[in-house]
Protein backbone atom coordinates (compact mmCIF):
# COMPACT_ATOMS: atom_id res chain seq x y z
CA UNK A 1 0.00 0.00 0.00
CA UNK A 2 0.64 3.55 -1.27
CA UNK A 3 2.15 6.31 2.07
CA UNK A 4 3.24 9.25 2.35
CA UNK A 5 5.25 11.25 4.95
CA UNK A 6 5.52 14.49 5.42
CA UNK A 7 8.51 15.10 7.86
CA UNK A 8 8.06 18.43 9.12
CA UNK A 9 4.79 19.33 10.92
CA UNK A 10 5.22 23.18 11.01
CA UNK A 11 8.08 25.73 8.97
CA UNK A 12 8.36 29.47 9.92
CA UNK A 13 9.98 31.21 7.19
CA UNK A 14 10.38 34.98 6.74
CA UNK A 15 8.85 36.50 3.81
CA UNK A 16 11.09 37.02 0.68
CA UNK A 17 13.09 34.05 1.71
CA UNK A 18 13.11 30.75 -0.34
CA UNK A 19 11.12 27.80 0.52
CA UNK A 20 11.38 23.56 0.20
CA UNK A 21 8.65 21.59 2.01
CA UNK A 22 9.42 17.81 1.59
CA UNK A 23 7.39 14.77 0.34
CA UNK A 24 8.52 11.25 0.60
CA UNK A 25 6.70 8.54 -0.78
CA UNK A 26 6.02 4.96 -0.61
CA UNK A 27 4.55 3.26 -3.55
CA UNK A 28 6.17 -0.26 -5.80
CA UNK A 29 5.52 1.57 -8.96
CA UNK A 30 5.81 4.98 -10.79
CA UNK A 31 3.61 7.46 -8.35
CA UNK A 32 1.68 9.97 -9.12
CA UNK A 33 1.74 12.67 -7.17
CA UNK A 34 0.12 15.72 -6.08
CA UNK A 35 0.87 18.67 -3.85
CA UNK A 36 -2.46 20.64 -2.53
CA UNK A 37 -3.01 24.22 -0.04
CA UNK A 38 -5.38 24.48 2.25
CA UNK A 39 -5.76 28.17 3.18
CA UNK A 40 -7.17 28.93 6.74
CA UNK A 41 -11.24 27.95 6.50
CA UNK A 42 -10.80 27.05 2.98
CA UNK A 43 -10.87 23.74 1.40
CA UNK A 44 -8.12 22.15 -0.48
CA UNK A 45 -6.56 23.64 -3.80
CA UNK A 46 -4.32 22.12 -6.39
CA UNK A 47 -0.84 23.65 -6.59
CA UNK A 48 0.47 20.72 -9.34
CA UNK A 49 0.76 17.26 -9.68
CA UNK A 50 3.52 14.73 -11.61
CA UNK A 51 2.05 12.11 -13.31
CA UNK A 52 4.91 11.58 -16.18
CA UNK A 53 7.60 13.03 -18.25
CA UNK A 54 9.48 16.15 -16.81
CA UNK A 55 10.26 15.69 -13.46
CA UNK A 56 10.45 19.04 -12.63
CA UNK A 57 6.82 20.54 -12.74
CA UNK A 58 5.86 24.08 -12.50
CA UNK A 59 2.52 24.76 -10.11
CA UNK A 60 0.58 28.26 -9.48
CA UNK A 61 1.49 30.79 -7.45
CA UNK A 62 4.49 30.20 -8.32
CA UNK A 63 5.58 26.90 -6.74
CA UNK A 64 7.30 23.74 -8.44
CA UNK A 65 8.16 20.53 -7.49
CA UNK A 66 10.51 18.07 -8.31
CA UNK A 67 10.27 14.37 -8.19
CA UNK A 68 13.35 12.46 -7.53
CA UNK A 69 12.46 8.92 -8.18
CA UNK A 70 16.11 7.54 -6.45
CA UNK A 71 14.86 9.46 -3.29
CA UNK A 72 11.03 8.73 -3.05
CA UNK A 73 10.79 12.08 -3.05
CA UNK A 74 8.63 15.07 -4.33
CA UNK A 75 10.20 17.96 -2.79
CA UNK A 76 7.63 21.23 -3.07
CA UNK A 77 9.72 24.92 -3.73
CA UNK A 78 9.23 28.62 -4.55
CA UNK A 79 11.89 30.57 -4.58
CA UNK A 80 10.32 33.73 -2.72
CA UNK A 81 7.64 33.20 -0.17
CA UNK A 82 5.06 36.41 0.07
CA UNK A 83 2.47 36.43 3.42
CA UNK A 84 -0.58 34.89 1.41
CA UNK A 85 1.46 31.47 1.23
CA UNK A 86 0.61 30.61 4.77
CA UNK A 87 -1.19 27.93 4.96
CA UNK A 88 -1.14 24.25 5.19
CA UNK A 89 0.26 22.08 2.15
CA UNK A 90 -0.39 18.47 1.57
CA UNK A 91 1.40 16.05 -0.61
CA UNK A 92 -0.64 13.15 -1.72
CA UNK A 93 0.37 10.01 -3.87
CA UNK A 94 -2.07 7.76 -6.27
CA UNK A 95 -2.49 4.51 -7.03
CA UNK A 96 -2.38 3.06 -10.07
CA UNK A 97 -5.39 0.37 -10.08
CA UNK A 98 -8.03 0.19 -12.33
CA UNK A 99 -10.90 0.67 -10.59
CA UNK A 100 -9.73 1.67 -7.40
CA UNK A 101 -7.69 4.90 -8.05
CA UNK A 102 -7.47 6.78 -5.09
CA UNK A 103 -5.74 9.30 -3.05
CA UNK A 104 -2.96 8.97 0.12
CA UNK A 105 -2.25 11.90 1.93
CA UNK A 106 0.36 12.91 3.81
CA UNK A 107 -0.47 14.62 7.67
CA UNK A 108 0.26 18.11 5.95
CA UNK A 109 2.56 20.93 7.11
CA UNK A 110 1.94 24.17 8.39
CA UNK A 111 3.68 27.04 6.93
CA UNK A 112 3.96 30.58 9.02
CA UNK A 113 5.13 33.51 7.01
CA UNK A 114 7.05 36.26 9.21
CA UNK A 115 7.62 39.87 8.21
CA UNK B 1 -14.23 25.84 -4.88
CA UNK B 2 -18.00 27.00 -5.91
CA UNK B 3 -18.25 23.78 -7.65
CA UNK B 4 -18.35 21.59 -5.08
CA UNK B 5 -20.75 23.16 -2.13
CA UNK B 6 -21.05 21.07 1.06
CA UNK B 7 -24.33 21.65 3.80
CA UNK B 8 -23.62 22.53 6.64
CA UNK B 9 -20.50 24.77 7.05
CA UNK B 10 -20.82 23.91 10.28
CA UNK B 11 -22.76 21.83 12.87
CA UNK B 12 -22.94 21.38 16.72
CA UNK B 13 -24.75 17.62 17.51
CA UNK B 14 -25.16 15.84 20.51
CA UNK B 15 -24.18 12.42 21.19
CA UNK B 16 -26.17 9.53 19.71
CA UNK B 17 -27.43 11.86 17.43
CA UNK B 18 -27.92 10.53 13.68
CA UNK B 19 -26.98 14.11 11.07
CA UNK B 20 -26.50 13.80 7.64
CA UNK B 21 -23.90 15.79 5.54
CA UNK B 22 -24.44 16.91 2.15
CA UNK B 23 -22.41 17.19 -1.25
CA UNK B 24 -23.61 18.62 -4.35
CA UNK B 25 -20.74 19.46 -7.66
CA UNK B 26 -21.45 20.47 -10.95
CA UNK B 27 -18.61 19.62 -12.32
CA UNK B 28 -19.91 16.47 -14.20
CA UNK B 29 -18.18 14.32 -12.43
CA UNK B 30 -18.88 10.25 -11.75
CA UNK B 31 -16.52 9.79 -8.65
CA UNK B 32 -16.91 11.28 -4.99
CA UNK B 33 -15.78 10.79 -1.58
CA UNK B 34 -15.99 11.89 1.84
CA UNK B 35 -12.41 12.65 3.46
CA UNK B 36 -12.61 13.27 7.42
CA UNK B 37 -9.08 15.83 8.98
CA UNK B 38 -8.07 15.73 12.30
CA UNK B 39 -5.02 17.98 13.47
CA UNK B 40 -1.88 15.91 13.01
CA UNK B 41 -3.50 13.11 11.04
CA UNK B 42 -4.38 14.91 7.33
CA UNK B 43 -7.32 13.52 5.44
CA UNK B 44 -8.02 10.36 5.61
CA UNK B 45 -10.56 8.29 2.81
CA UNK B 46 -14.15 7.56 4.79
CA UNK B 47 -16.15 6.44 1.89
CA UNK B 48 -16.10 6.96 -1.93
CA UNK B 49 -18.50 6.48 -5.40
CA UNK B 50 -16.77 5.59 -8.60
CA UNK B 51 -20.76 5.71 -9.68
CA UNK B 52 -24.13 6.14 -8.75
CA UNK B 53 -24.60 2.45 -8.41
CA UNK B 54 -20.84 1.89 -6.91
CA UNK B 55 -19.87 2.43 -3.30
CA UNK B 56 -17.03 1.72 -1.83
CA UNK B 57 -14.98 2.00 2.42
CA UNK B 58 -12.34 3.94 2.54
CA UNK B 59 -9.84 3.55 5.43
CA UNK B 60 -12.03 4.73 8.17
CA UNK B 61 -15.73 3.69 7.11
CA UNK B 62 -17.15 2.66 10.92
CA UNK B 63 -19.64 4.82 11.67
CA UNK B 64 -20.24 6.48 9.12
CA UNK B 65 -22.63 5.59 6.21
CA UNK B 66 -23.36 7.29 2.66
CA UNK B 67 -25.74 7.50 0.00
CA UNK B 68 -25.33 8.04 -3.65
CA UNK B 69 -28.19 9.91 -4.71
CA UNK B 70 -27.12 11.00 -8.10
CA UNK B 71 -24.12 11.82 -10.13
CA UNK B 72 -24.11 14.90 -8.40
CA UNK B 73 -25.08 13.79 -4.75
CA UNK B 74 -23.24 12.04 -2.14
CA UNK B 75 -24.35 12.53 1.38
CA UNK B 76 -22.28 11.26 4.53
CA UNK B 77 -24.28 9.80 7.97
CA UNK B 78 -23.12 9.81 10.95
CA UNK B 79 -25.56 6.94 12.89
CA UNK B 80 -25.12 8.02 16.08
CA UNK B 81 -22.87 10.37 16.30
CA UNK B 82 -19.97 10.19 19.00
CA UNK B 83 -17.61 13.20 20.95
CA UNK B 84 -14.54 11.43 18.43
CA UNK B 85 -16.33 12.16 15.26
CA UNK B 86 -15.70 15.98 16.24
CA UNK B 87 -13.65 16.59 12.71
CA UNK B 88 -13.60 18.90 9.72
CA UNK B 89 -15.38 17.37 6.62
CA UNK B 90 -14.74 17.17 3.00
CA UNK B 91 -16.39 16.05 -0.06
CA UNK B 92 -14.45 15.76 -3.27
CA UNK B 93 -15.00 15.09 -6.54
CA UNK B 94 -12.51 13.86 -9.54
CA UNK B 95 -12.91 12.70 -13.26
CA UNK B 96 -10.95 9.68 -14.65
CA UNK B 97 -8.58 11.01 -17.64
CA UNK B 98 -7.35 7.78 -17.98
CA UNK B 99 -8.30 4.05 -16.73
CA UNK B 100 -6.37 3.36 -13.80
CA UNK B 101 -4.73 6.73 -13.15
CA UNK B 102 -6.23 8.75 -10.32
CA UNK B 103 -7.04 12.28 -11.44
CA UNK B 104 -6.96 15.69 -9.91
CA UNK B 105 -9.43 15.73 -7.02
CA UNK B 106 -11.76 19.03 -6.43
CA UNK B 107 -12.99 20.04 -2.68
CA UNK B 108 -16.00 21.38 -1.60
CA UNK B 109 -15.16 24.47 1.72
CA UNK B 110 -15.67 21.58 4.63
CA UNK B 111 -18.00 20.88 7.42
CA UNK B 112 -16.45 21.68 10.44
CA UNK B 113 -18.74 19.11 13.02
CA UNK B 114 -18.72 19.05 16.91
CA UNK B 115 -20.01 16.45 18.35
CA UNK B 116 -20.82 16.94 22.10
Known amino acids: AQSVTQPDIHITVSEGASLELRCNYS??????LFWYVQSPGQGLQLLLK??????LVQGIKGFEAEFKRSQSSFNLRKPSVHWSDAAEYFCAVGSVNFGNEKLTFGTGTRLTIIP | DADVTQTPRNRITKTGKRIMLECSQT?????MYWYRQDPGLGLRLIYYSFDVKDINKGEISDGYSVSRQAQAKFSLSLESAIPNQTALYFC???????????????FGPGTRLTVL
Open chain 2, 27 to 31: KGHDR
Open chain 1, 27 to 32: YGATPY
Open chain 2, 92 to 106: ATSGMRLAGVPDTQY
Open chain 1, 50 to 55: YFSGDT
